[in-house]
């Protein structure tokens, strides 16, 4: 019987010269985020009869059960305080496909497993950008301000310097727009179909049955390349530009619906 672990989804952290508060409070989300992320794979795997993650105590979003000391700890923090481009990650979540219910076969089991943790990302997304934006829109007035006061809340505390807001607003829509910011980082950058991340897992349920073979044999070749490419800021620039901006394009003309500006 083999036992899989859900490799460690990493995802990509930019925080360019941010303040402390600014520090807490991202990683806090972040915390958050990966958490929901990884219950969400135990979770899949539990509803498809594999209970391998869930005996181990990892269908919680508690983040003590999920932290991975470099990939939770050491690498964001060393990304938010320096402003260099790492990978944070969590614990692998284990699953074992032939545990998998016969309503699906094991690598569609597989690739559902792996699809959860991006889809809990999409709707951690959703679901903040609604609270916010229309909690916005029915307490503040003037639409300029709430299209202000959300795009601060996007770029931390030190945002609201200068602006008429309570501590607990500034934490309050702070903290909502970290999460929309890691959260919708998250999705996008795991759906990468290439080996670790989740995107590769969902692509080996299509693939055919050689090409996913060769897939796998390449999976540690392809977690170098794509460690390299992250690090090297060269490297980095080419290939993270245009995934920030996939990600980040649908903030804004979503925010202006929403909050009526």
């Known amino acids: 019987m083999r036992t899989r672990g859900h490799r460690s989804d990493p995802g990509v952290l930019l925080f360019d010269h941010i303040s402390i508060p600014t520090i807490l409070i991202s990683y806090i989300a972040l915390l958050f985020s990966l958490s929901v992320h990884e219950a969400s794979h135990a979770t899949a795997a ?25 990939g939770t700890v050491l690498f964001p923090l060393i990304g938010m305080t320096t402003g260099f481009p790492l990978i944070g990650w969590a614990k692998p979540v284990p699953y074992n496909p032939q545990h998998f219910t016969r309503k699906v076969t094991m690598r ?8 959860a943790g991006p889809a809990s990302n999409i709707a951690l997304f959703v679901l903040f950008m609604l609270v916010t934006t229309l909690t916005l829109r029915f307490s503040v007035a003037d639409p300029s301000d709430r299209l202000v006061l959300f795009y601060a809340g996007l770029q931390g505390p030190e945002a609201f310097s200068r602006m008429a807001v309570s501590p607990a607003q500034m934490v309050m829509l702070s903290f909502a727009g970290r999460l929309i910011l890691i959260n919708i980082l998250l999705a996008i950058f795991n759906l990468i179909p290439v080996g670790p991340l989740d995107g590769g897992g969902i692509l080996k349920g299509f693939l055919p049955y ?44 979503v925010a202006r619906v929403l909050l009526g500006a």
């Open 210 to 253: 050689r090409a996913t073979q060769w897939f796998e044999r390449h999976q540690r070749t392809m977690y170098i390349i794509l460690v390299v490419m992250v690090m090297v800021p060269f490297l980095s620039d080419l290939f993270l530009t245009p995934i920030f901006r996939v990600a980040l394009w649908p903030i804004q003309p």
């Open 46 to 70: 539990y509803l498809l009869d594999d209970d391998t993650a869930a005996r181990l105590g990892r269908m919680t979003i508690n983040p003590l059960v999920h932290i991975d000391p470099i």
């Open 108 to 115: 569609t089991g597989a690739a559902l497993v792996s699809a």
